[in-house]
């Protein structure tokens, strides 16, 4: 059974293990090596995820299936109050396909419209291919957007919006 909760700093060594069987498969065929290195410790450092969840206001969740960690995502709010921003959602790879990720999406979705939002924004790279899953589960390209983030790599990605009134 598919259940969610609020994460935490104590949550940060879970997040990065994720990320670790996560991120490599999802990324290997779009960055090399050394960007997707770059990036691990650029965003998932313990110092980078405490900065996230502490002075960003980042809202991290851990989702499990039969008790066992298989996500996380994070979300904030934005300059604009009806608008949201998923940072990240990421799955076991075990897990995907079988309807894991809409859940986890649908209940963001949820909170964040209880809230006060009316629009879920992301970030995805141009080349991925939860491109397709974003755009079933409600979400389309509003813009390209280029991000150099250091030592010569660019981060190239449709920013997509989904309505959520």
């Known amino acids: 059974m598919l259940q969610v909760r609020p994460a935490n700093t104590a949550d940060i060594k879970l997040i ?10 999802t990324y290997q065929s779009i960055l090399s090596p050394e960007q997707l290195q770059f990036m691990m410790q650029m965003m998932y ?9 502490t002075e960003k206001q980042h809202q991290f969740l851990i989702m499990t299936d039969d008790g ?4 996380y995502a994070s979300y904030s709010t934005t300059g604009d109050p009806t608008v949201y ?13 079988k309807g894991a990720g809409k859940f986890l999406i649908n209940t963001i979705a949820d909170i964040v419209k209880e809230k006060g939002a009316h629009i879920l924004e992301l970030d995805v790279n141009r080349f991925n291919k939860a491109l397709h899953f974003y755009e079933k589960v409600g979400f389309s390209v509003i813009k390209e957007k ?20």
């Open 16 to 25: 990065r293990e994720l990320a670790a069987k996560v991120w490599p498969v």
């Open 85 to 97: 921003k998923l940072h990240k959602i990421y799955l076991d790879p075990a897990c995907q396909g």
């Open 45 to 53: 450092s313990e110092e980078a995820l405490a900065q996230q969840m």
């Open 146 to 165: 280029n991000t150099d983030i250091g030592n010569g790599f660019l981060m190239e990605d449709y920013v997509m919006q989904r309505s959520l009134v």
């Open 68 to 71: 066992q960690p298989v996500a």
